[in-house]
């Protein structure tokens, strides 16, 4: 079985290539799960709440009965998952509300890092070595760069930028909770895929039962349903992925991975969105996955 073979690479070498290989992947799959929330014909909610549907249907068999249930010890891990993933969503649509993708993404995603690395220092007692520290500088200094770049550049959304640049950089901090929430959780249970497949089901709810309550609901259109499947498997992917590197290694590593996913971010915006990309934008691009090398190799 899968859950097998994670546990057998689990603190090994093997375990630290598949973590970096997890959470690259994660990274990339964030960004084309945010550009198809922000982008298209929908707005953000409705974008998330299609989403979190398809994820919920996909999710709740595979939960209740191909995973094992969770210990009757460690409900509170997934309660307080279902909270913190909950706050999270909103913020994070609420900032797409009101900002343009390629500034408000680069400043969730380097408030998030650092946050994280200095949680998982306290959590788990992951420590960074000095060139690790630079890394994350390197890093910080090309995410927060991109947005000044994006901001200074960008005629759409100007009027909501302020309070979209705030939501951001809270919405930057949940990433940094849930992430070091999250690595706590699906390392306190035996299977990861229990914790995975809870996980999913149970932070899907909430968007569609809002919308329900508010009388949002109406017959989807083919175009919604496709973006919800989509939305569903890129997600399983993301989040997937990214849990399980932070269980077979370091948290604050694969947390500074994954934020190249703003590199990844400003590709999409330039090909789908039509966001124009240039040659200034390309070296802090640069610097944001330089940053990252540093990190990785630096320990």
């Excluded at 969730?108 to 060139?131: M, S, W």
């Excluded at 306190?188 to 508010?214: G, K, V």
């Excluded at 604050?252 to 240039?278: D, H, M, N, P, Q």
């Amino acid at each position: 079985m899968l859950s097998d073979w994670i546990l057998s690479i689990e603190g090994t070498p093997a375990g630290h290539d598949a973590a970096l290989a997890l959470a690259l992947a994660a990274a990339f799959l964030h960004a084309l799960f945010g550009a198809l929330q922000k982008g298209g014909r929908y707005d953000p909610w409705t974008s998330r709440t299609a989403m979190d549907v398809a994820i919920f249907a996909i999710s709740t068999p595979i939960a209740l009965f191909v995973v094992p249930w969770p210990p009757a010890g460690l409900w509170w891990v997934l309660l307080g998952t279902v909270v913190i993933q909950f706050v999270y969503k909103a913020l994070q649509g609420a900032t797409y509300q009101r900002g343009a993708y390629t500034v408000v993404y680069p400043v969730v995603r380097g408030t998030g890092p650092l946050f994280t690395v200095l949680g998982a220092g306290i959590i788990f007692g992951e420590v960074f070595t000095a060139t690790q520290w630079a890394g994350v500088a390197i890093l910080i200094a090309g995410l927060f760069g991109l947005s000044a770049y994006n901001l200074a550049k960008i005629t759409v959304d100007r009027a909501t930028l302020a309070p979209a640049l705030g939501l951001a950089v809270a919405t930057g901090f949940l990433v940094a909770v849930y992430t070091t929430w999250n690595a706590f959780g699906i390392r306190s249970m035996a299977d990861p895929f229990t914790f995975l497949a809870w996980f999913f089901m149970l932070t899907s709810w909430d968007f569609p039962l809002i919308a329900a309550l508010r009388g949002r609901w109406r017959r989807p259109e083919a175009s919604l349903v496709r973006l919800g499947l989509t939305g569903a498997i890129v997600a399983f992917g993301s989040f997937g992925s990214i849990m399980l590197a932070t269980r077979l290694d370091s948290v604050g590593e694969a947390a500074i991975l994954r934020e190249t996913s703003t590199v990844f971010a400003a590709l999409i915006g330039w090909v789908l969105l039509k966001e124009a990309v240039g040659p200034r934008r390309l070296i802090l691009m640069s610097l944001i996955a330089l940053g990252a090398v540093v990190v990785e190799f630096g320990g």
